[in-house]
């Protein structure tokens, strides 16, 4: 079993739908977590963290649910703009020396 | 926000040859330094951490003669592909660790795509 799991997609949804992603992880002593965008052919960047009592950031929501392990993403109005890869993160080192673990990511196109 | 660059961004080479990636972090000071490869249509793939001043720490299955690390400073890491054959062509991708309200989180670099003949 793959330590962050994601399921690829694609996920093709027009403008202004709502769409959420999840992600699973197996090590119940992972301490943080995040979600990062990549866009083609680039590096990724940190979209954001996600924190136990859920969080939002504009049209971002991003929820934990430790008991279940999952992380999930939520994405509100969809812009053409968020087409992309989303890379679920998971820092799985309980010693807190930040090794990150990525998902296979899940890839969005916003359809016009 | 923090910034981290990589030069070359791109590099084309012959097999058999050594090449060098620099990772810089440009607006802070970074103790720990990560690199990752990532293939096609797969995820990032951690090589290796690179503490400054220390030897780096590879990941299973990772050779540490074939890529050797260099971390001489606070601001910039290196990864040197020594003897590069085709199936080392792939994105390499530099991070540094550094601190964002509170929280440590890793910047990453623009990436250096290799393609070895």
């Known amino acids: 079993r793959k330590e962050v799991e994601q399921d690829p997609g694609p996920f093709n949804v027009p403008e202004g739908a709502t769409v959420a992603f999840n992600c699973t992880y197996s090590?119940?002593?992972?301490?943080?977590f995040f979600w990062y965008r990549q866009d083609c052919r680039k590096e990724p960047k940190l979209l954001m963290s996600?924190?136990?009592s859920g969080n939002e950031d504009g049209r971002f929501t991003a929820q934990l649910n430790r008991a279940s392990q999952y992380i999930s993403l939520l994405i509100r109005d969809s812009k053409l703009s968020d087409s992309a890869t989303y890379l679920c993160?998971?820092?799985?080192?309980?010693?807190?020396?930040?090794?990150?673990?990525f998902g296979t990511g899940t890839r969005l196109k916003v359809l016009a | 926000g923090a910034v981290v660059s990589q030069h070359p961004s791109w590099v084309i080479c012959k097999s058999g040859t050594s090449v060098k990636i620099e990772c810089r972090s440009l607006?802070?000071?970074?103790?720990?330094m990560f690199w990752y490869r990532q293939f096609p249509k797969q995820s990032l793939m951690l090589m290796a951490t690179?503490?400054?001043?220390?030897?780096?720490?590879?990941e299973q299955g990772v050779e540490k003669d074939k890529f050797l690390i260099n971390h001489a400073s606070l601001t910039l890491s290196t990864l040197t592909v020594t003897s590069a054959h085709p199936e080392d062509s792939s994105f390499y991708i530099c991070?540094?660790?550094?601190?964002?309200?509170?929280?440590?989180?890793?910047?990453f670099g623009p990436g250096t795509r290799l393609t070895v003949l």
């Open positions: 991070s540094a660790r550094g601190r964002t309200g509170g929280t440590d989180t890793q910047y």
């Open positions: 690179s503490n400054e001043g220390s030897k780096a720490t590879y």
């Open positions: 993160v998971v820092n799985v080192d309980p010693r807190g020396t930040y090794k990150y673990i």
């Open positions: 996600v924190y136990s």
């Open positions: 090590n119940s002593a992972s301490q943080s």
């Open positions: 607006d802070f000071q970074a103790t720990t």
